[in-house]
């Protein structure tokens, strides 16, 4: 059973930064797409970062530039650098994964097996 582990997240200024980092366990597939999201009060669940196996990056147009996601597959964990950040990317941070044979394309959209709890970020303006 994959298990995913959302940490990192807190309190911040805006122009500030955070890391996430998200430990994997439990994954059985050879290759995974794994991706973050983010869900703020009141609103929908966003895509904001996906990684395929071979390092290949797609990001949400309101982080390009800002965030960066990478994977150290020798510890199965997952990241999420966070800069200058803004007061409207607060909000809940998921961890999710998803073997990569069942996605024609690792993005930050559609269908993702396996998600962790999530962790906080608040930024403050």
């Known amino acids: 059973q994959v298990q995913l582990v959302e940490s990192g997240g807190g309190s911040v200024q805006a122009g500030g930064a955070l890391r996430l980092t998200c430990a994997a366990s439990g994954l059985t597939a050879s290759v995974y797409c794994m991706g973050w999201f983010r869900q703020a009060p009141g609103k929908e669940r966003e895509g904001v970062a996906a990684?395929?196996?071979?390092?290949?990056?797609i990001y949400a147009d309101s982080v390009k530039g800002r965030f960066t996601v990478s994977q150290d597959n020798a510890k199965n964990t997952l990241y999420l650098q966070m800069n200058s950040l803004k007061p409207e990317d607060s909000g809940l941070y998921y961890c999710?994964?998803?073997?990569?044979?069942?996605?024609?394309?690792?993005?930050?959209?559609?269908?993702?097996?396996?998600w962790g709890q999530g962790t906080q970020v608040t930024v403050s303006s």
């Open positions: 999710a994964a998803v073997p990569s044979r069942y996605r024609s394309r690792c993005e930050p959209s559609g269908y993702f097996r396996d």
């Open positions: 990684i395929d196996d071979d390092r290949t990056t």
